[in-house]
């Protein structure tokens, strides 16, 4: 099999690395991993992390849950605060009935409505704490008072996480750690004065996943889910070495007027992040020097001190991996020999 | 059908009516639109567009000419100087056969490794001219040397075609089509001098359309995409109005700790897009004042005066929103009392 450019390809080798190594510095600091399959949404991804000993997975949406369910994975952490409509309500009950699940609250009201849409159908929940991304969740202080609603309304309170997202900022990357072990500690305290012993404290990220497990405090899981594969961000964090990059889009040259490199791995094949901290669009996985400069949905200009003969292909690392991945119909799994294609089963779900 | 949140919905009265205003100028000013079917990647909107008269339809990757093809259209234009791998020769060969297929070259080479991949089967080409984007096309003054080359290895010259792309930078919006029928004469000037008579001259982009339909010069035909949705950056370089933007992604509040307003429409729904003239990562269809201030793959966080209480649904306007599209396997088409399911038959292709 050979596909076209532009595609993904994963090195199989570096994945299983990846995966292997986290998984083994996880059981050595005492804490689950709990990865994050909104990274890769492939079955055959998830099954190697299980089979490394994650705890379970974690997922976005309840699109995402049904396709590792459908693969047969028991233990599901949604971690979003959702508000179900009446049809995802419904999706939710036939969930609990054939995984244990676990679904994210940050709020009193939706912890009723969440148990409303359950109508007793069983799953347990996890209070959302904020510390410090300032996205979902409450203030570690304000954990209490929604587990107290949630166990009122019926819901079966495990405990509380976080996503330290402060970490993907360079500034804030080793101290986002720190920031998600004093949520956890003081969710901890406020759950316990209420009468509620916590079993799952739940945090990660990538970026802050080395100082996580360096110090995990109370922390019991750890959810990241870039480190799978790596990507330009990671980096540019220092977080990853381009030797350990396990996806790449292969892209074809296919123009070079006026002195410039021009690539068809677009934004609809890369994704169209960018943040402060990723210096272009995307790397060069062998052409460390080299700066994506313009994207377009369908172009990526080059600018690079060395030549690429048109029809030239190269590998180019994407900024951000989980939306690239979101892109594509298929992985192509590169084992060394040939390529075999990992459907990306939960894409757009 | 009530589709859940995030989902992207079609005004189908919008649509058609932007379809319909561009058509009817551009018959006014004597010039044909092939729009560019990479925004909706839809047939049922390819088909609206052609019967309100476009000339063909603009594709950006074999895949597309592919899905346009099974559904009907017979005139193609793949506006991308692409370097066709084995595979993709084969298939560019079935679509010369079922089709009247223009490709776009570059480069003497590239029309040279064109013709060998075409062998014999017909397409003609236009060469493609940099008019100011400064991604492919060569120079103006270099137009014959291609054209030359492609006709001398059988391929059937047409004409040039420009993306005059550095119309999405505020500053040269109205310039850009200015640059755009400069090149176009100076292209006819180079190809006639090469003893080669162009009968189509292609230009266009949805912001600079207005510029270039009032004073069209020697331009044959405009290739605008986003002009049938209309979207964030069009909106905020003053080329659409709130009213007249047609596709908007529902998504709903789940939560609103610390007095931020958290939607479930991401980045995995809305695109990651974010240009120096988007003031943010998406906006509000019916709060203009309020600000998307931070994006996730399934978060948005609203900085807003206005109060949204928990399960609301909102309209989002994504920043660009063929990278929007693209994410999405159906667009829901409103039409009043229901809604309709289009498949993004292209989207990924």
Known sequence: MRPSTPY???DVARLDDNITRVADAARAAGVQVWPHAKTHKTPEIARRQL???????????IGEAEVFADAGVTDLFLALPIWPDPAQAGRLRVLADRTALRVAVDSVEGAHHLAACLDGARVSVLVEVDSGQHRTGVPATDVATVAVAAAGAGLAIEGAFTFPGHSYSPDTTTSAAVDEASALTEAVSQLRSAGIEPTVLSGGSTP??????????VTTELRPGVYVFGDAQQWELGRTTPDRVALTCRATVISHTGGRVVLDSGSKALGADRAPYASGFGRILDDP???IVQLSEHHAVVETDRSYPLGSVVDVVPNHVCNAVNLADILYADHGPGLEAWPVAARGR
Chains 1, 2 share one sequence.
């Open 8 to 10: 993904l390809r994963v």
């Open 51 to 61: 089979e490394a000993g994650a705890g379970g997975l974690t997922v976005a949406t």
């Open 208 to 217: 802050s996943l080395q100082a996580s497990l360096a110090a995990p405090g």
């Open 289 to 291: 020097d080299a700066r």
